[in-house]
């Protein structure tokens, strides 16, 4: 059963208090070291108020796993005009595929088979297709810059998956032996809002800095989006229920965000209209530490003062008594690395949801999620975030990165966890 919910006029004026400024301000500046700064803040006024984004919310479903009733938020649905984004990504790239002074370059880094990678270029070639540009050698064109560690010979000579799809939407890549890239974009600088020391910018003026992941104010206007949408459904559907929303993490950005956007709603309502909504993230990338450190993070380069966090997910269900986990093999999972678990996870909610996760996000945030499935806590009426979905509704974004499926198949089959003829597996 598939529900979708329209804007309703409860939210409608979320952020219409920063509009009347906005005009008034230039979203174009250069900063000292040449690299183009926008305000991603008054972009995402305009953004939020331009309703060609997509044409209407993602839907929801609702859905029984393992005899809970869980609301899936279908944001692998959404496709942003032009591009053609999904999922994720297009909630954190709706800014700036919405850009109408788009840069001439934009620069960015991380893994060659990045979800990030692949929807960067084709925002970059969308800008390019609306100038009617189709040549990739055309000096005029804008251009995409992405720089990633030496790439095995294998993936060099024969591209598959999200390196292909790039190489055929143009992107430059810029290979660096491990060291110079650890130099470069590890350490202090790692997920930096800004780009790193010593890195040139290659359009000195409009060349725009896109950490990994596009962890940045960027995603301001998507994840706002997200956050009025999941507070107008909950609105229409919640009846006074207290409600848990599950968001996969890498970076954590959009939890983050969503969470202060979520926030910041409230705080904006009556205090009999106001809900129990808490954003619970489920790290998919290193560790609650990590996870804590990134989150805030950027909240310091975004400028907020705040350290209200979102809710970190233990890897297990946490005993109050002894303090201890109940089974201690039960930790985060190693990024990329194929795990029993994690297939198991996604073909079981392929098989009983018909719903496809991606296997390095959305498979083992489901992993991890169902290990706190039957867990209680001693009071319903006090959130408890060792047990943060005991006696509360449940609520998964459904993030998308579906395209990568089939590469990330043939990373089990040569594990020797997959057969060859289950590579198509999401398609039967």
């Excluded at 993602?58 to 999922?87: C, E, M, N, P």
């Excluded at 000195?204 to 009025?228: E, K, V, Y």
């Excluded at 207290?242 to 956007?261: D, F, N, Q, R």
Aim: overall charge neutral; proline content about 6%; some cysteine.
């Amino acid at each position: 059963m598939t529900q979708v919910v329209e804007n309703e006029d409860l939210f409608t004026d979320i952020y219409s208090d920063n509009s009347t400024c906005a005009s008034s301000y230039s979203t174009l500046k250069n900063s000292k070291d040449g690299w183009r700064i926008i305000d991603w803040n008054k972009e995402a006024v305009g953004v939020l108020s331009d309703e060609s984004k997509w044409t209407q919310p993602s839907s929801v479903d609702v859905t029984v796993i393992q005899d809970r009733l869980v609301y899936v938020k279908r944001d692998d649905h959404l496709r942003l005009q032009g591009s053609q984004i999904a999922g994720n990504k297009a909630r954190k790239m709706l800014a700036l595929n919405n850009l109408k002074d788009f840069p001439l370059c934009v620069v960015s880094y991380g893994g060659p088979q990045s979800n990030a990678m692949v929807a960067l270029a084709a925002v970059v070639n969308f800008q390019n297709i609306k100038q009617g540009i189709d040549d990739h050698h055309d000096p005029h064109r804008c251009r995409f810059i992405y720089y990633t560690k030496k790439l095995p010979k294998f993936l060099r000579n024969q591209p598959t998956g999200n390196l292909f799809r790039a190489k055929m939407l143009g992107i430059e890549m810029i290979e660096l032996p491990p060291e110079e890239y650890r130099t470069l974009f590890g350490g202090k600088w790692g997920a930096n809002t800004h780009a790193p020391q010593g890195l040139t910018p290659p359009v000195p003026g409009d060349s725009l800095w896109i950490p990994q992941g596009g962890s940045s104010g960027m995603a301001h206007a998507g994840t706002r989006l997200l956050a009025q949408e999941i507070c107008e459904f909950w609105s229409l559907k919640g009846n006074g229920r207290p409600l848990s929303v599950a968001i996969p993490g890498g970076t954590c950005s959009t939890a983050v965000l969503v969470h202060t956007a979520i926030e910041s709603l409230q705080s904006k309502l009556s205090n009999d209209k106001q809900m129990d909504i808490k954003v619970v993230v489920i790290p998919c990338i290193g560790d609650d530490t990590y996870a804590r450190r990134q989150m805030m993070a950027l909240n310091t380069q975004l400028g907020n003062a705040s350290n209200d966090l979102p809710t970190i997910l233990k890897p297990s269900p946490f005993d109050l008594a002894t303090q201890h986990n109940h089974k201690h093999s039960d930790k985060y999972f190693t990024f990329g690395e194929p795990e029993k678990d994690i297939l198991e996870t996604f073909v079981y909610i392929k098989e009983k949801c018909d719903i496809t996760l991606d296997l390095l996000y959305g498979a083992p945030a489901w992993a991890v999620l169902l290990r706190h499935w039957k867990g209680k806590q001693t009071s319903p009426s006090v959130f408890d975030a060792n047990a943060p979905f005991a006696d509360r509704s449940v609520m998964y974004v459904h993030s998308g990165g579906i395209e990568g499926v089939n590469t990330q198949l043939l990373r089990y089959r040569y594990k020797g966890l997959l057969k060859t003829k289950d590579v198509q597996l999401p398609n039967h």
